[in-house]
């Protein structure tokens, strides 16, 4: 695992696609697949010439190593999304993490992830009970107010999604500053 972070060319890709992928799912709540391929080009181009130099490739010494790790983090993310959990965008970034970081680290980093997503949910969860508490008490003062305007239809209640590239990015940095001893 510490592989990774004695490559600071390949931690700063990483960062890269990560930020990106934040960045993209804070704004509009989606990741697209050409960030991702992106970052798996990314991942394997690194590997690739890291190996042909005869340097530690961060995913691990095989040329299959980050094909490895993006399965790993594909098959431990996969079951979330089969129980819709969790969109497929996360799942394909968790793999393209893999590439990057290999399979031990990946596996500590949905370990993290899920640690971080719970935090982010709670958050949410939080926002959402505060926002819940201001509808209700913006609907109990059109109620009492005799000046209802006709037509005017109550907001629509809707859940927001949470912004999982977030939590992946926490969870994959912890993964690298502290691993776990297990």
Request: no cysteine; glycine share 8%.
């Amino acid at each position: 695992m510490s592989t990774l972070v004695s490559a600071p060319v390949t931690l700063a890709a990483l960062a890269l696609v990560l930020g990106g992928a934040v960045r993209s799912d804070l704004r509009v709540r989606r990741v697209t697949n050409r960030w991702l391929a992106f970052g798996l080009a990314l991942a394997l181009g690194l590997h690739a010439a890291a190996l042909a130099a005869g340097s530690p490739a961060p995913a691990g010494e095989r040329w299959w190593s980050p094909l490895g790790g993006a399965a790993t983090g594909l098959a431990l993310m996969l079951p979330l999304y089969l129980l819709r959990a969790m969109g497929a965008a996360d799942v394909k970034l968790m793999a393209v993490v893999g590439a990057f970081a290999g399979a031990a680290t990946v596996a500590a980093a949905v370990l993290y992830t899920m640690l971080a997503g719970g935090l982010l949910s709670l958050l949410a969860m939080r926002d959402a009970s505060v926002l819940a508490r201001v509808m209700a008490s913006m609907r109990a003062q059109r109620r009492a107010s005799s000046a209802h305007a006709p037509g005017a239809s109550p907001l629509a209640r809707t859940a927001a999604r949470l912004p999982y590239a977030v939590a992946i990015a926490m969870g994959t940095a912890m993964a690298l500053i502290a691993p776990p001893l297990i």
